[in-house]
């Protein structure tokens, strides 16, 4: 489950405004996006699991699979 905190009371009364990663606490009535930083790090770091994960099977390859 979600578990959202407020960025500015750090209240959990966060509910999703709508669409995208758009918030909006019910203690204090700020609206925030979800760690927007994060989102580009998790695509970031997809595409480095993706290109670390292409270089080990090549380097699998290169030694031949000898199982
Ligand atoms: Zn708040």
Known sequence: MDALICPTCDSTL???NGHL????CKACQRQFVEHP???AASAEQKRLIGKLLLERIS????AGWST
């Open 37 to 39: 930083a994060n989102i």
């Open 21 to 24: 990663h758009n918030h909006q």
């Open 14 to 16: 966060v509910k999703r």
């Open 59 to 62: 380097l699998g390859a290169s």
